[in-house]
Nanobody, 114 residues
């Protein structure tokens, strides 16, 4: 079992920055891939960024050049640095991790005001 706890969400003005963190505990393996998803009101949950155990990153097109995902395997933590935030980035952001089985965090709200 893996427990994921997100932190770092909040309210920010457009153009601002936030850094999300997700700490994993339990049966954690550095071989797990980790990712951030988000879900805006009335929309489906979507993948924002992912990072493999080897550090390969991928991003959805709308955040490329603005968001950066990283991980610290020693701390079992994944981060999402979000810069140049836009109102359309407003959503609940969820951490996801695992290998064959995937786990979800409880989510953290990010609100970007115009």
């Amino acid at each position: 079992q893996v427990r994921l706890v997100e932190s770092g969400g909040g309210l920010v003005q457009a153009g601002g920055s936030l850094r999300l963190s997700c700490a994993a505990s339990g049966i954690v393996s550095s071989l797990m891939s980790m990712a951030w998803y988000r879900q805006a009101p009335g929309k489906q949950r979507e993948l924002v960024a992912g990072i493999t155990s080897g550090g390969r990153e991928n991003y959805t097109d709308s955040v490329k050049g603005r968001f950066t995902i990283s991980r610290d395997n020693a701390k079992n933590t994944v981060y999402l640095q979000m810069n140049s935030l836009k109102p359309e980035d407003t959503a609940v952001y969820y951490c996801n991790a695992g290998s064959l089985r995937r786990y979800w965090g409880q989510g953290t709200q990010v609100t970007v005001s115009s």
